[in-house]
């Protein structure tokens, strides 16, 4: 079971600021390296220290 839905009555609002902070300094990441992807909800992973990780992006490709 995934951490959200494992623990969806219980996240902190903090938390979940903490977490969309980590999203968009992922995509920040990527931008400023040129790779754009399409991002889906399936490709986000929270682990057990509530670090979220993007994987999956086999689709991602150099923005010119």
Do not use: W
């Amino acid at each position: 079971e995934d951490f959200l839905n494992k623990n969806k009555n219980t996240i902190s609002l903090s938390t979940k600021f903490d977490l969309m902070s980590q999203l968009c300094h992922a995509l920040q990441f990527m931008h400023k390296k040129f790779i754009g992807c399409f991002i889906k909800p399936s490709h986000l992973i929270i682990d057990e220290n509530r670090k979220l990780k993007l994987r999956n992006l086999t689709h991602a490709y150099a923005v010119n």
